[in-house]
Structures are given as C-alpha cells and as structure tokens.
C-alpha cells in the first residue's frame, strides 16, 4: 500500500474518532445539565403565567443555577436545582416533583393578610389546574393564627376514580400578601396495582370495627364519618379501605387518638401501621 494511500485512511479514521469523542462528550453535557435545563423552563413558564412573583431575583440569577444531586436512596428527589430564589426537585426521570421559594419575604406589617383564606383556597385551584393533570380536591387550609407567617398552607386530596389517596396529598404553598405560588409538591403515584373492588359498604364496615373492638374489650368512640381511600397494603399494591378515626381508651385509662381501615374488597382490617389482621 502506497504511503500516501495510508495517510488518506489514517486521517479518515483520526477525524471519524474526533467526531465520535465529540459527539460523546455532547451527549454527556447535555445529560448532565438537562435537568437544569427542565427548572429553567418550568419556572420560565410560571412567569409567564405570572403565577410566582419575578421580583425575587430571577432574572439576575439566572445563570447562576446551582444543582445538588440528591443522595437519599429512598428520596423520590434525583435533583434539587436553583433557578434564581426557587428549588426545583426533579425526579429520575426528570419530571418536575416541586418547588420552593427559598426567599419568602418576611411579615413586617400586624395588618391582616391581604389575601383571604377563601381567596388562597380559589387561587390554588387556579394554578393546580395549570400544574397537573392530575384529579385532585381541597382538603384543608393550614392557618398559623399566633404567628405572622407570610404564607398559607393548602392541601389537595390526589383523587383515583373519585377516591383519594391516603397520605399522597398534593401541597400548595400561597403568598397571604400577593396571591402567588410559593410552594408546590406532587409526587407520583408510581407503578401501582390498585384493587377497587367494593364487597362492603360503610356500614358493614362499621359493623366489623365494633365486632374487633367488643371482642379486644376495648372502649372507643368513633370521630368521623368513614372516608373510602386508597391504602398502601405492600409497594406496589393498593386496595379500597374504609377510613375510621376513632378514640380508644387504653390501660392508663387516658384517650388514644387511632386510625383503622376496613378492606372494602376482603373485609381485613387495617390498622394504622398497615399490619393486617384477619377477622373470623
């Protein structure tokens, strides 16, 4: 083979590798910062939603994103990036989980909120409805009254057909003075096998909660009506339960609050630690 033939071959396979390391070394790049790049844009479109306030320092700190890869092995959380004053979490899969404003202004007037409770409660549903597709319905708003907190806390029941989750709420966090979006979280179900069959209705399953406690000779007194939820029964399994809080009077004589759910499918009973124990 000629020598110049060689030189031809060797300069081909010299450019082919550049290109090859090139085109490596971009997608390692543009792995590494796609999940800035996914809170740059969430939060790009909650101001252009004009759901958070800019006014606290986004623009200027914008190029300055800092990010913190999680290191819990149990935290749904894979990052925590900083765009400008707010933490976006992102998930492995570099879905939006949250964020928070890490610089809330603090209360300097005694004047009541500008912002009423009712008022957060209608603009929360506003933005979840721009937020998530996911279901979802109020559950409660948290009112700190002693203190001067800037913020109301607002929680959202996460519906599956019509029925809420237990413990999967999705959280609001509303400015009491401006109206805007301070926090949000809403983590994902999950590959779940949900089991919605319904075999009893709430008054059986009251009935088998009296049975359980008559024969522990237990005394309690039940505080609510029972609520169909959906429960955790293992990781990757979820029944319909009746849900029924209740005051058990314990050994000491003193009053215990206590949770219990009923399987809607197989009349179990759940406690709340989710041990299950089966009824003859």
Not at 77 to 94: E, H, L, P, R
Not at 150 to 169: E, T, V
Not at 170 to 190: Q, R, S
């Amino acid at each position: 083979m000629r020598p110049k033939k060689i030189s031809i071959i060797s300069s081909i396979i010299i450019i082919l590798l550049m290109v090859l390391i090139i085109v490596l070394v971009s997608r390692i790049l543009n792995k590494d910062n796609k999940e800035v790049k996914v809170a740059k844009n969430f939060i790009e479109e909650l101001c252009d939603e004009k759901i958070i306030n800019v006014e606290y320092g986004f623009k200027a700190s914008i190029e300055e994103d800092t990010v913190n890869k999680s290191t819990s092995k149990s935290s749904k959380i894979k990052y925590s990036v900083m765009i400008g004053s707010y933490a976006v979490d992102i998930d492995k899969d570099y879905k939006v989980l949250g964020f928070s404003n890490k610089n809330i202004p603090a209360v300097v007037s005694e004047n009541p909120p500008r912002i009423t409770s009712e008022e957060a409660v209608s603009l929360a549903e506003s933005y979840l409805s721009k937020l998530t597709k996911d279901a979802y319905l109020f559950k409660e708003i948290k009112i700190e009254e002693n203190l001067q907190s800037p913020i109301y806390n607002i929680n959202f029941y996460k519906l599956k057909d019509g029925h809420p989750y237990y413990k999967q709420d999705i959280n609001i966090v509303i400015n009491n003075n401006t109206g805007k979006l301070e926090g949000y979280i809403n983590y994902p179900i999950g590959d779940i096998q949900y089991i919605n069959d319904i075999n009893i209705d709430e008054n059986e399953a009251r009935d088998i909660l009296e049975k359980n406690y008559k024969t522990l000779g237990l005394d309690y007194k039940i505080q609510n009506e029972p609520i169909l939820y959906y429960i955790a029964v293992s990781d990757n399994e979820m029944v319909l339960a009746y849900q029924f809080k209740y005051k058990v009077t314990n050994k000491d004589n003193k009053e215990e609050d206590s949770t219990t759910f009923i399987r809607a499918d197989n009349k179990e009973i759940v406690n709340f630690n989710l041990e299950l124990t089966k009824l003859n």
